[in-house]
């Protein structure tokens, strides 16, 4: 079931993207849309039990693999050298979710958080991780209010999935994880 949702969800965030639907947004829509999906999935998360079994079965180096994708950064300043993107956001948030997606990499080859010192790595990444993904939306909103076209890329496939799918999947998963990795949470590889 939950597989099927994310796959409507994916379906439903191209589909918008594809259609134009979300290139007339202005701020503060596209950073309310991340939070109401970030708070749809952090609170199904928690609160829905065939949910909470799969995320809290998981295995944690697949939650953070995720963040691989915050490799996108270096299309970030690919477009701010086009000038397609305001340097503002673009360098920031490009170094930023290079250095995270880099990370992300790191501690999966190192393995799981199966120790104390390795759990203490996961903490960090995933507290800098969300402080990552925080600066960058909340950097989109400021630019986006004062240049809304600056933006526009943000808007655009495949852009246009960050706020519709990505983004809110970033952040859901760092809350999780904060979670998962707790000093409470047993040591284990899931």
Request: hydrophobic letters at 60%; a positive charge.
């Amino acid at each position: 079931m939950l597989p099927l949702l994310f796959v409507a969800w994916f379906g439903a965030a191209t589909a918008a993207g594809a259609s134009g639907l979300l290139t007339g947004l202005r701020p503060p829509v596209p950073q309310l849309i991340v939070v109401v999906l970030t708070a749809a999935v952090t609170v199904g998360a928690f609160a829905v039990p065939a949910a909470r079994a799969w995320v809290f079965g998981v295995d944690v180096r697949a939650i953070v693999a995720l963040h691989l994708i915050r490799l996108v950064g270096i299309y970030f300043l690919l477009l701010y050298a086009r000038g397609e993107l305001p340097r503002a956001f673009a360098l920031p948030a490009g170094w930023g979710d290079i250095a995270v997606g880099l990370f992300a990499g790191a501690l999966l080859a190192i393995g799981p958080p199966a120790n104390p010192r390795r759990r203490t790595l996961y903490r960090l990444w995933n507290l800098l991780g969300l402080i990552d993904i925080l600066l960058v939306v909340a950097t989109a909103a400021r630019i986006g209010l004062a240049d809304p076209a600056s933006m526009r890329r943000l808007l655009q496939l495949p852009l246009s999935l960050l706020p519709t799918f990505i983004v809110p999947l970033i952040i859901a998963s760092h809350l999780l994880l904060a979670e998962r990795l707790s000093p409470r949470a047993a040591i284990t590889p899931a």
